[in-house]
């Protein structure tokens, strides 16, 4: 696969197939070819040809970054330092490395972006790495307008959301010792090569991160880049605006952890901003249709939910299955699975008088992981020190916390049952609104007028 060159007597061996090669080599010939630095050669290309190639898809600092990281390539074994420019044979070797590369090869290149220094280099010189590379991938789809439906407004500037998902993905990096990257003491640190070739190995969002800014950056090899699984397509019911408690970095996060099968899109079912405040239009809206993921944000700006792998159901009993995770989005972000201790995943009931009334997720009534009561607009998360099912800490800033903003997104296609349910009008499943409308002697205007899904 690929070719074999000798260069100054090491072999390298690309691991591109011909037609990949051929685009590489047609992107290098287009760089090499800018005449803005007069350094360069006519085989090498400079920072400036690399910059009016990108143009505004990158960030400065990571386009500086992916040419640091190309012109510290020593394939010779005798560079004395790094190469003024980057030549064919740099920059071959370091898009195979980090495209088509194992764990290994990426962390050769990755080392060189991320530090000037060989050797060891410090916890937080990668801290600041995968901040700026969690912040590219925001602004380069944003730029490119692929982030399907999902907001990038703050993908301009340093959203705290990018630094969240950048503690996070840094939170899985065990150092020397076994020790992991947690809290600024770690910070000093030193890290080496090894260190950061287990990370990408363990963490497949730092390689995922890195193809999708060197693929839609530099528009190479994109036909070979799906983001169907990586962003969900967004939908919500024509001609409602409505704008989500979700970035984009926290659907990215959330749906990483969800099957395989319902990645690729995600419909919105209930929003208390659209839909009201009310137990009732929340039950009526999430019912019978499919997995979904819920989420809230509390008065003191705590973002968090839980992902049912089943419908819901209005029933006494506790349902779903060993699929089901609580998460949180801010202030970290972090998912909380099975624990195997107890069966309860979830909890939806409402009219009963003896038993609570409301949807929980994990722990047990009167001791949920996550409570959203019937009085709409109040909950809990009672942890201590953790949720039985799901192992899952106090997830709001308060134990009994209160909120205004709520969404259920369904995730996956839906069945031809639940598309179905999707078409009833709301009487339908509010047997309360609809008793109360008969009573009054009003006729249902709505019958036969069904909201029709569409992109937003």
Not at 37 to 55: M, T
Not at 100 to 106: A, F, M, V, Y
Not at 245 to 274: G, M
Not at 327 to 354: K, R
């Amino acid at each position: 696969m690929g070719n074999s060159r000798s260069r100054g007597g090491q072999s390298f061996c690309s691991q591109f197939l011909p037609e990949e090669q051929a685009e590489i080599d047609e992107l290098f010939d287009a760089l090499s070819s800018d005449k803005s630095s007069p350094n360069a050669s006519s085989r090498s290309f400079s920072l400036k040809a690399l910059q009016n190639h990108v143009g505004e898809a990158l960030p400065l600092d990571m386009v500086t970054r992916l040419y640091d990281g190309m012109r510290r390539v020593d394939l010779t074994g005798k560079a004395k330092g790094p190469s003024e420019n980057v030549s064919q044979e740099q920059f071959t070797a370091s898009m195979s490395h980090l495209l088509k590369g194992s764990s290994e090869e990426k962390s050769l290149i990755m080392v060189k972006m991320i530090s000037a220094t060989e050797g060891s280099m410090k916890a937080r010189e990668v801290q600041k790495f995968t901040e700026d590379l969690v912040g590219s991938v925001v602004h380069v789809l944003s730029h490119r307008q692929e982030l399907r439906g999902w907001t990038g407004k703050e993908a301009l500037g340093r959203s705290p959301r990018v630094q969240v998902l950048a503690a996070q993905l840094l939170s899985e990096m065990k150092l020397q010792d076994g020790e992991r990257l947690l809290g600024p003491r770690w910070l000093d640190c030193d890290c080496d090569r090894a260190v950061i070739e287990d990370w990408v190995f363990r963490v497949p969002h730092v390689a995922t991160f890195l193809s999708v800014v060197i693929r839609k950056g530099l528009l190479v090899l994109n036909s070979s880049l799906d983001l169907t699984t990586l962003i969900p397509e967004r939908q919500v019911d024509q001609g409602r605006h409505f704008e989500s408690i979700l970035d984009v970095l926290s659907v990215v996060y959330i749906n990483a952890h969800l099957p395989r099968e319902q990645q690729h899109r995600w419909r919105l079912l209930f929003a208390s901003e659209l839909h009201g405040h009310s137990f009732s239009q929340l039950c009526g809206h999430i019912t019978h249709r499919g997995p979904c993921v819920a989420v809230l944000e509390d008065h003191d700006k705590h973002v968090f939910g839980g992902f049912a792998s089943c419908s819901w159901e209005v029933k006494p009993q506790f349902q779903g299955d060993n699929r089901c995770f609580l998460f949180s989005i801010c202030p970290s972000m972090a998912v909380y699975t099975h624990t195997g201790y107890n069966d309860h995943y979830m909890y939806l009931n409402h009219g009963q008088q003896t038993i609570p009334n409301g949807l929980g997720m994990g722990g047990q009534h009167n001791y949920f992981g996550l409570w959203v009561d019937v009085d709409f607009g109040k909950g809990h998360s009672r942890a201590k020190p953790t949720c039985t099912t799901y192992n899952s800490p106090q997830l709001s800033a308060q134990e009994n916390f209160q909120f205004d903003k709520m969404e259920v997104w369904a995730v996956g296609d839906p069945s031809e049952a639940q598309m179905a349910k999707g078409n009833k009008s709301i009487l339908d499943a509010d047997p309360e609104a609809q008793a109360l409308l008969e009573i009054s002697g009003r006729s249902r205007h709505s019958e036969g007028l069904r909201e029709v899904l569409d992109d937003e």
